[in-house]
């Protein structure tokens, strides 16, 4: 039995599979005792180092780290979307005048990279004279790069979507937009959201960016908590800390593009059965009954 793409395997690959599938499972789980030793053999996990995650101080500092940074993620997020959207539709465009500057705004801004439009989005406006906090910069360098590698998810997702089924709209006589709103993106939604969840995760993770810029965010709280003397400067355990944050909020995000995805879909299918047809001996005007 083959598949559309690749043979299936047989028993001996098969066998082979889980064999190196074991192998790889012993290596991580190898690799992650060491590094877990190692922190133990180094004094990472000394009381002294965690005592201070005790104290309701520390634990605010955390919490607002952490708001700044879903602050910084849902602006960013929304406003990624929305230009996302705006310049698939300029590439979609049929006119030449909408098509040209949207393919160079997203061509241009995916080749730079992020900390560099950070840093201009911050410093620009310091050079030229005007004072500005890091919330925005941070904001906008996030909006402006995943805005344009969204754009082209949304293409691709509504390419992807086969020709005949707008082809059928436009000769029902319904319009481009009608076709692109009722017809296209609904379908390509499906296929694009665990792509566009991906990318919301990356936006989220690059709000650690921000503590270059001095924006009291998570990574930065982290920062400032691992820098304390008197705690042995526990650099280590705050950042674990702030990692398991993270782990946390993007397999909570995860979680929740899969259920959207199973909701869009329609959830679990019924299975449709014909049901009998009652045979009948009753004489029409179109001649006798089967």
Known sequence: MTNVLY????????????????????GIGALLAYIVWR?????????LKWQQFEYTAIRYQLLDGYLTTLRVAGTAAVLALLLGA??????????????????????LFRAIPLLVLIFFAYYGPIQLGYK???FWPLVIGLMVYNGAVLAEIFRSGVLAVARGQS????????????????ILLPQAVRAMLPVIVSQLVVLLKDTALGFIIALPELLYAGKQIGGRLPFGLPYVPSYLVVAAIYIATCGLLSWFAFW???????GPRRRLTAGRVPLTTDQGATGPAL
């Open 167 to 182: 082809e059928a709209a436009y000769a029902l006589g319904m319009g481009k937009t009608q076709v692109m709103v009722s």
């Open 86 to 107: 705006l310049l698939a539709a300029g590439r979609l465009s049929e006119h030449a005048w909408l098509r040209a500057p949207a393919t160079s705004f997203v061509e």
């Open 39 to 47: 922190f133990y053999d180094t004094g990472q996990f000394e009381p």
């Open 132 to 134: 500005v906090g890091p």
């Open 7 to 26: 043979d299936l395997p047989g028993p001996k690959a098969r066998l082979h599979n889980r064999i190196l599938g074991v192998v790889s499972a012993l």
């Open 260 to 266: 959207l995805q199973k909701r869009l879909i329609g």
